[in-house]
């Protein structure tokens, strides 16, 4: 199993530009969820997935969207990049009968 | 809100010493509690977890973490250092209320291990 898998692994964006960060796992696993990770601030949740067709939003949820057509992909989006969303973006995914959160290895975004 | 804490930014410790993370969470009720690892340029790797029961928790790559009510904590230790644990650890607290709560998690700022030979 290839586990949580995003794309791309890094990117530079330049101000007002749009961009879809993949997030696909092939776990089955119920629930999804996307964190942005800023140097000495830990991990915050942006938005997350129950399940197909069910999306909400966590703490810092502004300037994203998301989607979530099928159980392997959640998408997030990015309609106008701003300096304030440089940062590294991390897809974790949970199945509903187990308690581990299962982290892709990042995308690390840079706007200019 | 709940919200963590990980007093130490950056640990520097030399191979096979002994080591403890602190962590202390605010939160109304006993939450699910867990550590992480985050080796450079990675994702997270759950280390161990809390939900209830001992309050001693035995995780992977010889760490373990203990639960102190009284205190709010969940330190985290391990008694022989290797160089290969050098890397950035976070704490983290899920609210208890079922199966959305083990992936939206609140975590702390994290602590940067540096281990010397």
């Known amino acids: 199993n290839a586990g949580v898998t995003q794309t791309p692994k890094f990117r530079i964006l330049k101000i007002g530009q749009s961009m879809t960060l993949q997030c696909t796992q092939d776990?089955?696993?119920?629930?999804m969820y996307w964190y942005r990770q800023d140097p000495g601030m830990g991990l915050k949740l942006i938005y997350y997935?129950?399940?197909?067709?069910?999306?909400d939003k966590g703490e810092v949820p502004n300037g994203y969207n998301v989607s979530r057509s099928t159980t392997e992909d959640f998408p997030l989006r990015l309609e106008l990049a701003a300096p304030s969303q440089t940062s590294v973006y991390f897809c974790?995914?949970?199945?509903?009968?187990?308690?581990?959160?299962?982290f892709g290895q990042g995308t690390r975004l840079t706007v200019v | 809100a709940q919200s963590v804490t990980q007093p130490d930014i950056h640990i520097t410790v030399s191979e096979g010493a002994s080591l403890e993370l602190r962590c202390n969470y605010s939160?109304?009720?006993?939450?699910?509690l867990f550590w992480y690892v985050q080796s450079p340029g990675q994702g997270l790797q759950l280390l161990l977890k809390?939900?209830?029961?001992?309050?001693l928790v035995q995780g992977i790559k010889g760490f373990e973490a203990e639960f102190k009510r009284s205190q709010s904590s969940f330190n985290l230790r391990k008694p022989s250092v290797h160089w290969s644990d050098a890397a950035e650890y976070f704490c983290?607290?899920?609210?208890?209320?079922?199966?959305?709560?083990?992936?939206?998690?609140?975590f702390g700022q994290g602590t940067i291990l540096t281990v010397h030979p």
């Open positions: 997935s129950v399940g197909a067709g069910i999306t």
């Open positions: 983290a607290v899920g609210l208890n209320a079922g199966g959305t709560s083990y992936g939206k998690l609140t």
């Open positions: 809390y939900f209830s029961g001992d309050t």
């Open positions: 776990m089955n696993h119920n629930y």
């Open positions: 974790a995914s949970v199945d509903r009968d187990n308690t581990e959160a299962f």
């Open positions: 939160y109304g009720a006993t939450p699910y």
